[in-house]
């Protein structure tokens, strides 16, 4: 059988398909280059459409990036799928969490969710300055509880939760808290979405 | 704020909002069970279009796993997002064989790709009888071929890359093979959509 094999090629064809069926849409070169890779990594072109990036996101997050920051995910899926090898060689790690034995009995003691506590743990430690939230609602609206509470802000926040409950709400209301946003307007998104902005934002350095 | 922090009653009331908006789209009980997950995934209605299911795969699948076999999934993000409790009750485990050290020193020697080799490794190795493709179409490629030079038929071939290039034409090669298949037609699907069928079946035993 005949079949591309190389990577590469693979890949390069692949964003030259993009580009030319995106037809009229135009993005400035840097939003381009997230949008075009969410829909390498979903092959669904409605991301076009409902992307919002917010105006400082990318250079925030790639200042926040070369400067060695590590990652939180919310879940295990969406930190597989970030580029650890390129992360690393900036200095970064990608961090998660919930299954951590003190957020374990804190969020028993307490009697709130683990991923509430492993939110406030992320934001309690100050490498991480970006997080990518591919799931959980409630890691987007704990975040918006703790930054009105005070907590330090974020360099950038990724918050592409997929879902028919809350998630679309919780992408709304991480908009007015002063850190810049991508989101994805509305109920689509996902943990390989979540992986392919950060990734975006990594192969731009 | 006022948000639904149960992840219970959040999935069940997805669940519902998907049934609802499927409207006159009917499946059998079992199929619908595997679209409505992978709609829940990725909140995209088009999956109940393009998820095409052989009518013995979901039975078969079944049986494998009620077995306890294992599951050979091509990349972590695959392997990360699989119920690992569930299928570990069922005496199961997920593998990945593309980081092995004998696979990178194999690949190198034969001066092919280290996914070609890693499913030669799955493929001789006798408890796994599912394969979950989310990404690669050279998997499903290799599949095929090797199949066709009489290695034994796994219970079941989850072919849901996503892409550009070679994506759709990985899943349709595969379904003259005899053996019972889960595919989305053209070129959706991922890594989250290859998990959420494994998990659809591991949930209906």
Redesign the interface.
Known sequence: ?N???EPKT?EK??FE??TEELGDKKFDEKEGKVVKRVI?????FEYADILEIHEDAIESGIKALKNGCDIYAD???V???INKRVLGELGGQVCNFVHDEDVVIEAKKREI?RSMVAIEKAMNNKNIKIFAIGNA??AL?TL??KIEKGMPKPDLIIGVP??????A??KE?IKDLGVPYIVTN???????VA?AIVNALLYMI
Do not use: C, Q, W
């Open positions: 059988m079949y591309v094999k693979i064809n692949s398909i993009i390498h990594t979903t092959a669904d879940t295990g899926m930190l597989s799928g969710t609602p409630t609206f918006k509880e997929v879902g028919f409950v809350g998630a709400e919780s209301i509305g109920r689509k998104g996902g943990s390989t992986a």
